[in-house]
């Protein structure tokens, strides 16, 4: 079944309103017939993104405004898929410095950038018209054998 | 002592020098600070164990795991034994994706776990 169709949504920078994004997203994703590890997968890439903006773009603040545009993408090789953007206006970080952690350097936090590369095929970082910034994320039905991705942010 | 932390329940028993925090719902930013410091409260008694029961989350992302490997270092520095127990499908893919699925100790049961 093909992704056709498209949501936008939008939630406020509160981690209070993190489940409800993440049951909006799966409940947008099944319909279209992506099964479960992929939708877990995606859920799993959206929570990190969000839970990244949060910490390092809006510091804690909780009633900044975070927008999420889903939509279908067609790769010549790869086939359908899936795309999101999160937009945010907050902090802009420059590009070179957004990168994950080694995993072999074992302590917390770090990890949702691995996640996203992991998880996704793509996850493209850049500053945003006007402030802030654009994260656009692919995930395609017939995946490459390794990760496509650009640094993410995750200081 | 049971309590509600956010989106997540946290029952916690103490018996035989350790402690069994059994957990239920979802450890995710909204959650997990609160049940870091729990958790750390737990690991400054230098318990014999702390075993995370954790059959009833069905969500965690990447600060649930930071929690998780916090804890261990923590209470395994005072000399204790970390044990996660019960990983729902969801909760494993995780930590396979961090690839810290072999950096825990992960058993089926509780009983199991207390004899790890």
């Known amino acids: 079944m093909k992704t056709s169709a498209k949501l936008s949504t939008s939630m406020r920078s509160d981690p209070r309103e993190l489940a409800a994004m993440r049951e909006r997203i799966e409940a947008w994703l099944i319909p279209q017939g992506w099964d479960t590890t992929a939708v877990t997968e995606i859920v799993l890439a959206v929570d990190e993104a969000l839970t990244n903006v949060i910490r390092h773009a809006y510091h804690g603040r909780t009633t900044e405004p975070i927008e999420l545009r889903c939509g279908a993408v067609h790769d010549a090789e790869r086939g359908d898929g899936v795309e999101i953007v999160i937009r945010d206006y907050g902090r802009q970080t420059a590009l070179e410095d957004i990168c994950g952690r080694d995993l072999n350097e074992l302590r917390p936090g770090g990890l949702g950038v691995h996640i996203i590369r992991s998880t996704m095929d793509r996850a493209d970082y850049s500053h945003a018209e006007g402030g802030g910034m654009t994260l656009v994320m692919r995930k395609y039905r017939r995946s490459a054998d390794s990760s496509e991705s650009v640094p993410a942010r995750d200081p | ?116």
Do not use: C, W
């Open chain 2, 1 to 116: 002592m049971s309590e509600r932390r956010g989106n997540l329940s946290v029952h916690t028993t103490h018996a035989d020098g350790g402690a069994l925090v059994e957990l239920s719902g979802e450890v995710d930013l909204r959650s997990s600070p609160d049940l870091h410091g729990r958790l750390i409260e737990i690991s400054d008694t230098r318990p014999a164990h702390l075993i995370l029961e954790l059959s009833g989350v069905n969500y965690m992302d990447s600060s649930g795991v930071g929690t998780m490997v916090d804890l261990k270092r923590r209470v395994e520095g005072g000399g204790g034994r970390f044990v996660l127990v019960g990983l729902q499908p969801r909760v494993r893919s995780v930590l396979e994706i961090t690839q810290l699925d072999k950096f825990f100790t992960i058993t089926s049961t509780v009983d199991e776990a207390r004899k790890r």
